[in-house]
Nanobody, 117 residues
Framework: QVQLVESGGGLVQAGGSLRLSCVAS?????????MKWYRQTPGQRRELVAG???????TYVDSVKGRFFISRDNAKNTVYLQMTSLKREDTAAYYC??????????WGQGTQVTVSS
């Protein structure tokens, strides 16, 4: 069974940094066609934050460009989201998603990030 488990969330002051981790089990992290980080606040739709494809190309939503960085460590079977210069509006539950073409989307359980002023 393929699973994704996020960690690394917490409470941080505005301007601070956090690194989120998404560890895969049951499948090699570099075999997912796409790994993505989403975030969601109560009552809002889940928003795509960043993604990395199987070739290593990355994409970001405009609001986090230059502040968030997605990366993949194949040896640790993990995808990271390094978040810097955090703002209050970055407060959300962050979710990791793994995409396999022709297969089901795999989601983690989420990790909460709270940015205080």
């Amino acid at each position: 069974q393929v699973q994704l488990v996020e960690s690394g969330g917490g409470l941080v002051q505005a301007g601070g940094s956090l690194r989120l981790s998404c560890v895969a089990s049951g499948r090699r992290i570099d075999s997912f066609n796409y790994m993505k980080w989403y975030r969601q606040t109560p009552g809002q739709r889940r928003e795509l934050v960043a993604g990395i494809n199987i070739g290593g190309s990355t994409t970001y939503v405009d609001s986090v460009k230059g502040r968030f960085f997605i990366s993949r460590d194949n040896a640790k079977n993990t995808v990271y989201l390094q978040m810097t210069s955090l703002k209050r509006e970055d407060t959300a539950a962050y979710y990791c998603q793994g995409l396999i073409w022709g297969g089901p989307d795999i989601w983690g359980q989420g990790t909460q990030v709270t940015v205080s002023s």
